[in-house]
């Protein structure tokens, strides 16, 4: 063989070795700069020797044309369909059948996997080559989606190892993660595009481009569970080993898989799954459970088209129909109006559900809702539940268009939106009732001057009998004030007072933070005290001085001058200074500071500080504090509970100090006295 030859066959081995990695077992490799270089090296040589260039090469991944239409595929082995399970009932009565149709009393082992919610996939391979993709269909017949498969990454084009029967069509899901949806959903908004309702339905729509160059820009994978038609080898005997093998064989199988013994390990797997299923990266509907043993599986056959042996047990759902009522508009603290849709109450992601936020007028104008309309509402973990599609098939003739009020409902104010923004606001500022309420909710707030006990219930009460009107009358309370309050005993009185007394020893970023200064985050408010080091310098910093700030654009710096340029503010950060509230100076230049240049990431918990104090003591030695590990991160303070994050700073080997560590080190720098 020639040596440009075998260089060629050594870069598709190190191409798809560094593919097999990434996109099945998710571990980081190589530097994206050097993979790029491998493959236009690759690109390079087949330029030369078009003749050497073979199906299997992964510069073959993408076609270079549009298909006219699907072709359709008949499965040669029916792709079953999942009985389902709605209840620890349904499972347990599962369980039994099958013993009693085996007639046996012993516990039988269990195959449990997560049931991604995606699409079902055939894929065919002949002597280790990929030849077809294709979809499940109705089970029958599905459509010839080979070009748009072979885009995927995890999907390996040639088998890996070896002992794989000659002909083998492997099942599977393909699915989007979580977060490739969120991106790809994000740039359509910005774009103007269209904007999908669902991981499954972007994983559906992607699969169906006739144009295979738009699938493969979509983060799509594909995990791996059955086997159909086989000829010309040989199979494990249980479903535990059959993905093992799999796995040897380069596909990619779900992690979360797991062999179990009895009802017990089916429910036992059941709880901690269902405990974590809004922490994985990909969505999924449920866990399907089979029957380890393929022999037994054998035995118990089928019924019409789902098998005996297995079945789908079911979580609540994230997604229902309901009607919406009406659209009121809720007044944020920086007088944002958020429409918020009042819902016929629905059981949506474990919850009832009667309220769902709309966003703003731009996705009210998007889905295009009229009030009476059947929505579907979607409530997918903690976030805050959503209308995401509005039924226009069912609208009400005459239904009304949802329309931005002209007036705030709050204080009666003007309400504007500025010309390419989606936000509409009120032009009341403090005048508004509403907005000082949530301009006080965010200064006592855990990331802003962070008053224990100060909550919602609190502020409302101490505004409706008029004892406080801005943030600078808080620390003028006293603990007979509180304790008037309604449903106030002295002693929560006491502790609340004695909470804003501990509050006025801040930092400047969290007190900047809590003045609520719009488009002022966390990081910003961190940039600005670092870059300035006082307050004094940030109120009297001009546009051009802000523009300077790392992160600071001309939106952020005209925010910030407008704020300080309004004397009210000015004489407010004034009196909440005389009034007690300090903090320690700054490192003013970066360059000097001891930890300038580093990136930390804190993760797990402290106990003797929390996070983000943690964090602040990094900031103020100059330090970037980054919320994932990357090559790029300096050290890792790791307390009890860490999890991915240690584990991927293990792997890539980057320091770890525990809790321990980081209070020795800090009271060497100074900055911890023990007692703290
Ligand atoms: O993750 C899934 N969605 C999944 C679907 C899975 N892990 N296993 C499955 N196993 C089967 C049998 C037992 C019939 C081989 C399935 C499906 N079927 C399935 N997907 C769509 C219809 C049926």
């Given at each position: 063989m020639s040596d440009l030859r075998a260089k060629y066959n050594a870069l598709i081995d190190q191409i798809t070795h560094y593919d097999h990695q990434y996109y099945v077992l998710n571990e980081s490799s190589v530097p994206d700069a050097e993979y790029d270089r491998l493959m236009q090296e690759l690109k390079g040589i087949e330029a030369e020797h078009p003749d050497w260039v073979t199906p299997q090469s992964p510069s073959q991944r993408v076609a270079g044309a549009p298909q006219a239409g699907f072709t359709t595929v008949e499965h040669r082995i029916p792709m079953l369909s999942l009985d389902n399970a709605f209840s620890a009932e349904d499972l347990a009565a599962f369980v039994k059948r099958l013993k009693d149709r085996l007639n046996s009393t012993a516990d039988i082992e269990f195959a449990c996997e997560p049931k991604l919610d995606g699409i079902a996939v055939s894929l065919l391979y002949e002597n280790g080559a990929l030849v077809r993709g294709a979809t499940r269909g109705d089970g029958t017949t599905g459509e010839d989606i080979t070009a748009n498969v072979r885009t995927i990454k995890s999907i390996p084009l040639q088998l890996r190892g070896a002992g794989w029967p000659e002909e083998l069509e492997v099942r599977g899901e393909i699915y989007m993660p979580k977060a490739g949806f969120e991106k790809m959903n994000a740039k359509a908004m910005a774009k103007g595009e269209k904007v999908f309702v669902n991981p499954r339905n972007a994983a559906s729509g992607s699969l169906r481009q006739l144009d295979s160059r738009l699938t493969a820009q979509r983060p799509l994978e594909m995990c791996c569970y059955s086997v159909g038609h086989f000829s010309g080898g040989d199979l494990p005997s249980n479903q535990g080993e059959l993905m093992a093998q799999f796995g040897e064989w380069g596909l990619k199988i779900n992690a979360e898989s797991q062999v179990v013994i009895g009802l017990q390990g089916v429910q036992q797997f059941y709880e901690q799954l269902e405990a974590r299923r809004d922490n994985l990266p990909y969505e999924i509907d449920g866990i399907v459970y089979k029957v380890n043993d393929f022999a037994l599986q054998n035995r118990l056959g089928f019924v019409s088209r789902a098998p005996r042996w297995a079945i789908a047990r079911k979580f609540p759902a994230q997604e229902e129909i309901t009607r919406l009522l009406d659209v009121e508009f809720q007044v944020g603290r920086t007088g944002a109006l958020t429409p918020v849709a009042r819902l016929e109450p629905v059981f949506v992601g474990g919850v009832t559900v009667s309220n769902a936020t709309l966003h703003n007028m731009d996705e009210v104008e998007r889905l295009d809702v009229h009030i009476g309309d059947k929505v579907i509402v979607r409530r997918a973990g903690d976030v805050i539940p959503q209308v995401v599609k509005a039924l226009s098939d069912d609208r009400l003739p005459g239904a009304k268009k949802v329309t931005a009020p002209a007036e705030c409902p709050e204080c009666g104010s003007l309400v504007e939106r500025v010309e390419g923004e989606a936000v509409t606001r009120c032009t009341g500022g403090i005048i508004c009732s509403a907005q000082r309420r949530e301009a006080l909710k965010h200064f006592v707030s855990r990331k802003a001057m962070d008053i224990d006990g100060f909550g919602e219930k609190i502020v409302d009460a101490l505004l409706e009998t008029n004892k406080i009107h801005a943030a600078s009358d808080i620390y003028e309370l006293t603990a007979d004030t509180v304790e008037s309050l309604e449903r106030m005993g002295k002693k929560s009185a006491e502790n609340l007072i004695n909470a804003i007394q501990k509050s006025k020893q801040t930092t400047l970023p969290r007190f900047l933070f809590a003045l609520g200064i719009r488009e002022v985050g966390e990081t910003t408010a961190r940039n600005l005290a670092t870059h300035f080091g006082s307050i004094e310098k940030i109120i009297a910093a001009t546009e051009a001085q802000l523009l300077e700030v790392e992160d600071v654009g001309p939106k952020v710096a005209a925010h910030v001058v407008n704020f300080f340029a309004e004397e009210q503010n000015v004489m407010e950060v004034q009196r909440i200074i005389a009034l007690g509230v300090h903090w320690d100076d700054v490192v003013a230049s970066t360059e000097t500071?001891?930890?300038?240049g580093q990136t930390w990431v804190v993760t797990g918990k402290i106990s003797q500080m929390s996070r983000d104090e943690a964090k602040d003591y990094l900031l103020r030695l100059g330090a970037k504090v980054a919320g994932s590990v990357s090559a790029k991160t300096n050290q890792v303070v790791a307390g009890p509970g860490a999890g991915s994050k240690l584990k991927k700073a293990e792997e890539l080997g980057i320091p770890v100090m525990d809790e321990a560590d980081f209070i020795r080190w800090l009271t060497e720098q100074g900055l911890w006295v023990s007692g703290n």
């Amino acid at each position: 063989m020639s040596d440009l030859r075998a260089k060629y066959n050594a870069l598709i081995d190190q191409i798809t070795h560094y593919d097999h990695q990434y996109y099945v077992l998710n571990e980081s490799s190589v530097p994206d700069a050097e993979y790029d270089r491998l493959m236009q090296e690759l690109k390079g040589i087949e330029a030369e020797h078009p003749d050497w260039v073979t199906p299997q090469s992964p510069s073959q991944r993408v076609a270079g044309a549009p298909q006219a239409g699907f072709t359709t595929v008949e499965h040669r082995i029916p792709m079953l369909s999942l009985d389902n399970a709605f209840s620890a009932e349904d499972l347990a009565a599962f369980v039994k059948r099958l013993k009693d149709r085996l007639n046996s009393t012993a516990d039988i082992e269990f195959a449990c996997e997560p049931k991604l919610d995606g699409i079902a996939v055939s894929l065919l391979y002949e002597n280790g080559a990929l030849v077809r993709g294709a979809t499940r269909g109705d089970g029958t017949t599905g459509e010839d989606i080979t070009a748009n498969v072979r885009t995927i990454k995890s999907i390996p084009l040639q088998l890996r190892g070896a002992g794989w029967p000659e002909e083998l069509e492997v099942r599977g899901e393909i699915y989007m993660p979580k977060a490739g949806f969120e991106k790809m959903n994000a740039k359509a908004m910005a774009k103007g595009e269209k904007v999908f309702v669902n991981p499954r339905n972007a994983a559906s729509g992607s699969l169906r481009q006739l144009d295979s160059r738009l699938t493969a820009q979509r983060p799509l994978e594909m995990c791996c569970y059955s086997v159909g038609h086989f000829s010309g080898g040989d199979l494990p005997s249980n479903q535990g080993e059959l993905m093992a093998q799999f796995g040897e064989w380069g596909l990619k199988i779900n992690a979360e898989s797991q062999v179990v013994i009895g009802l017990q390990g089916v429910q036992q797997f059941y709880e901690q799954l269902e405990a974590r299923r809004d922490n994985l990266p990909y969505e999924i509907d449920g866990i399907v459970y089979k029957v380890n043993d393929f022999a037994l599986q054998n035995r118990l056959g089928f019924v019409s088209r789902a098998p005996r042996w297995a079945i789908a047990r079911k979580f609540p759902a994230q997604e229902e129909i309901t009607r919406l009522l009406d659209v009121e508009f809720q007044v944020g603290r920086t007088g944002a109006l958020t429409p918020v849709a009042r819902l016929e109450p629905v059981f949506v992601g474990g919850v009832t559900v009667s309220n769902a936020t709309l966003h703003n007028m731009d996705e009210v104008e998007r889905l295009d809702v009229h009030i009476g309309d059947k929505v579907i509402v979607r409530r997918a973990g903690d976030v805050i539940p959503q209308v995401v599609k509005a039924l226009s098939d069912d609208r009400l003739p005459g239904a009304k268009k949802v329309t931005a009020p002209a007036e705030c409902p709050e204080c009666g104010s003007l309400v504007e939106r500025v010309e390419g923004e989606a936000v509409t606001r009120c032009t009341g500022g403090i005048i508004c009732s509403a907005q000082r309420r949530e301009a006080l909710k965010h200064f006592v707030s855990r990331k802003a001057m962070d008053i224990d006990g100060f909550g919602e219930k609190i502020v409302d009460a101490l505004l409706e009998t008029n004892k406080i009107h801005a943030a600078s009358d808080i620390y003028e309370l006293t603990a007979d004030t509180v304790e008037s309050l309604e449903r106030m005993g002295k002693k929560s009185a006491e502790n609340l007072i004695n909470a804003i007394q501990k509050s006025k020893q801040t930092t400047l970023p969290r007190f900047l933070f809590a003045l609520g200064i719009r488009e002022v985050g966390e990081t910003t408010a961190r940039n600005l005290a670092t870059h300035f080091g006082s307050i004094e310098k940030i109120i009297a910093a001009t546009e051009a001085q802000l523009l300077e700030v790392e992160d600071v654009g001309p939106k952020v710096a005209a925010h910030v001058v407008n704020f300080f340029a309004e004397e009210q503010n000015v004489m407010e950060v004034q009196r909440i200074i005389a009034l007690g509230v300090h903090w320690d100076d700054v490192v003013a230049s970066t360059e000097t500071a001891l930890l300038s240049g580093q990136t930390w990431v804190v993760t797990g918990k402290i106990s003797q500080m929390s996070r983000d104090e943690a964090k602040d003591y990094l900031l103020r030695l100059g330090a970037k504090v980054a919320g994932s590990v990357s090559a790029k991160t300096n050290q890792v303070v790791a307390g009890p509970g860490a999890g991915s994050k240690l584990k991927k700073a293990e792997e890539l080997g980057i320091p770890v100090m525990d809790e321990a560590d980081f209070i020795r080190w800090l009271t060497e720098q100074g900055l911890w006295v023990s007692g703290n």
